[in-house]
C-alpha cells in the first residue's frame, strides 16, 4: 500500500516512507474506530483509496487538504455503513 500511496502523491524517494506508514497506519486504525474491517481488505481498492485521500489530507497535498478531509471522511463513512466492510 506504501508504494500506491507514494505513487500517487509523485513521491519516489524513501525519505518519508516512515511518515507515510504511519499515516496509513492512522488512517487503518480510524477506519476501525469507526466500524470498518480493514483486516484481509489491505489490498482492497477502497481501503487504499481511504488510506491515499487521507495521507493526501495530512500532508495538504496541492493545497487541497480541506478537500482531502472531506472526500476521506464521506468515504469512511460510506464504508462503515456498507455491508461488506462494517464489524457484524
Partial sequence: MLEKIKLSMRITHNKLDYDISANIDACLCDLTRVGVVTAEKE????IIKSAELYCKWQYNYDGGAERY????VALRDSLSLCGDYNAK
Fill in 69 to 72: 478531509e472531506r472526500a476521506y
Fill in 43 to 46: 489490498n482492497d481498492p477502497l
